[in-house]
């Protein structure tokens, strides 16, 4: 009996594995622009979770016998003014960019979509004033209301996080509450409440699950701006603090005073960032023209 | 039309005090004050009686309601108080830097029309070609690399190929217009480039909407150059969502000014904002924001009017 379950199960797992691999290969097949994208995001995803094994050289240690050192076999990427390498603090780098992306476009997203999904669920007053809110906060661009953020609660890795969150959240709910807007009379929704079922049962078990795709689609597209945001706060001095490996930093300061005798300095870094933006978009744009028919051109 | 365009900015009053409202209880919910700040920086010690002294001085002893409404007491008279760093008028500080910024604004919107509207147009005719592919990538591009690393690039470029540095003293226009000129146009285009990214694919897709449709087929069928046909009938109907995107997107403009100024050394209001928030100027802080806010609204209201009247099947209530 037991053999039989998990023989199941593992059948399950077979099969499920293999749907998200047929998917998985679909995409790659349909949307070799997006795929592409993915293999960049995913390589540096490695580079970050195996900075400590790749990573030739301590991204802090300073060695002032090597300063401004050139392109060389010792330093691939040459050093910076500290005689730090410069490609160690690039794959460090990396890791600083993906934990601050992901977690404030997972956090932006996530709280947005709740907002969302409960402003359309309540209607009425609640919507009203949640909808003027999210109004105001949208009457900052951008990057002016995560400096004010940063105004607030000082630089650091963690405030930065929530610097870029807090201006995600009101584009993400704007966008989920139209869409849950037409979820609050469906027969499901409505079964739900006639079943009894508390408010935030409903908005987590029925509401959400079924706004899915744009949430994905917000997820991935915050992504590539979250980077770029963190590298923007870092190189105005107001995002994560040195001596963190960030890419941004790395271009702040010494990468401009030495341009003409250390120009790797200020290259690279800012090649690492493009290069990941771009890859997060690429990605998130055919994510968004496979999830949503709509924008389907056909 | 008029009561719709009063109604708008009547509207925008209570949006713009509750920018206010948000902005400056954030600001004061924040640990640490100007006055620690300034002794912190001389590294002496100093007594309570002084630092309470000096808040007294700037006000910041008074309960939060009342500096709230003196502030906003002031700005309905024009008087946006002093900066709480350097002692000036505030409107005195922002008056010396707007000229740069406003200059440098316009000329990436107009870096970025100019790329993107002939590109994305392009594009669509081209559509799946190599050219399409191009302009697709180019555009993308210009949404991944950061405004603040292609001003480093062309500093850098300019250095290396010619020996050269854009000059780092502003000159206005109107005493020295090709000084002036050789100063802003590389920062123009490191912004603009950016600006044109969205801008470029609203109007790619925008086009390739409007060739589709039965008066461009009428147009053709009628044996119209396809120049007429492409520039009066399909560009003229493709602005619209085009316009508003460079209406929304003005938020990239006011990011890429923050930290192209501070590349290319510009003493603008990006930079005044950046060193604000540096030494909690809180006077300084929050009259930009309401500014940027304001400039931010009104933006969006004029490209709601300027749809309005280019097509006339949209009418407001």
């Known amino acids: 009996m037991a053999k039989e379950i998990a023989l199941i199960s593992e059948n399950f797992l077979v099969s499920h594995m293999r749907g998200w691999l047929d998917v998985s290969l679909r995409f790659a097949r349909e949307r070799s622009l997006g795929a592409a994208g993915a293999i960049i995001v995913l390589l540096m995803i490695f580079a970050a979770l195996l900075a400590d094994l790749i990573a030739p050289y301590d991204p802090l240690e300073t060695d002032y016998a090597a300063m401004l050192q050139g392109l060389s076999s010792g330093h691939w990427f040459g050093t910076d003014s500290f005689g730090r390498d410069v490609l160690s603090r690039l794959i460090y780098g990396s890791r600083t960019a993906l934990w601050i992306g992901f977690s404030s476009s997972f956090l932006g997203a996530t709280t947005g979509a709740v907002i969302g999904v409960a402003s359309a669920y309540f209607g009425g007053k609640v919507d009203l004033i949640v909808q003027r809110f999210m109004d105001l906060l949208l009457s900052f661009p951008l990057i002016v209301l995560a400096l004010v953020v940063v105004a607030v609660l000082g630089t650091g890795t963690t405030n930065v996080i929530v610097a870029i969150t807090v201006p995600m959240v009101p584009r993400c709910a704007l966008v989920i509450r139209s869409s849950a807007l037409s979820l609050r009379h469906t027969p499901f929704v409505e079964a739900a409440r006639a079943l009894g079922f508390s408010h935030w049962r409903i908005i987590f078990r029925h509401m959400l699950p079924n706004v899915m795709a744009p949430y994905l689609i917000m997820l991935t597209a915050f992504l590539g701006q979250a980077i770029l945001l963190e590298a923007s706060l870092s190189f105005l001095g107001l995002g994560v603090a040195e001596p963190v490996a960030a890419w941004g930093l790395m271009l702040r300061g010494a990468a401009v005073e030495f341009a003409e005798r250390a120009p790797w300095m200020a290259i690279f870094p800012g090649l690492a960032i493009s290069l990941s933006v771009f890859a997060f978009n690429l990605f998130g744009d055919s994510l968004r023209d496979a999830l949503d028919p709509k924008l389907r051109v056909s | ?317």
């Open chain 2, 1 to 317: 039309m008029h009561r719709y365009i009063l109604k708008r900015l009547l509207l925008m009053i209570p949006t713009l005090l509750g920018v206010a409202v948000l902005v400056f209880l954030m600001l004061r919910v924040a640990p640490g004050d100007i006055v620690e700040l300034r002794y912190a920086g001389t590294g002496t010690y100093a007594p309570k009686e002084a630092l309470d002294l000096e808040r007294a001085q700037l006000g910041l002893d008074k309960p939060l309601w009342h500096q709230f409404v003196t502030w906003i007491w002031g700005i309905a008279r024009l008087d946006f108080g002093n900066s709480m760093w350097t002692g000036q008028p505030v409107i005195h500080e922002i008056a010396i830097r707007l000229e740069l910024s406003l200059q440098l604004a316009l000329m990436a919107t107009i870096v970025a029309i100019f790329l993107s509207i002939p590109l994305g147009t392009l594009a669509a005719l081209k559509q799946d070609t190599w050219v399409d592919y191009f302009v697709r990538v180019f555009s993308i591009a210009g949404l991944s690399v950061p405004s603040f690393w292609l001003g480093i690039l062309i500093i850098l470029g300019f250095l290396i190929i010619f020996q050269w540095l854009p000059p780092l003293t502003f000159t206005s226009f109107w005493v020295d217009p090709k000084a002036n000129l050789t100063q802003m146009i590389w920062p123009a285009l490191a912004v603009g480039y950016r600006y044109s990214a969205v801008a470029t694919r609203m109007t790619r897709s925008a086009v390739l909407e409007v060739l589709r449709e039965d008066y461009i087929r009428t147009a053709r069928a009628k044996g119209l150059w396809e120049r007429v046909v492409l520039v009066r009938h399909a560009l003229k109907n493709a602005m619209l969502p085009v316009i508003t995107i460079i209406g929304l997107e003005f938020a990239f403009l006011v990011g890429g000014l923050v930290v192209t100024e501070q590349v290319f050394n510009l003493n603008g209001i990006g930079m005044l904002f950046v060193e604000s928030i540096a030494q909690r100027d809180y006077m300084i802080v929050q009259t930009l924001v309401l500014l940027i806010s304001f400039v931010f609204i009104f933006v969006n209201f004029l490209v709601d009017l300027i749809n309005a009247c280019l097509d006339p099947r949209i009418r407001y209530q």
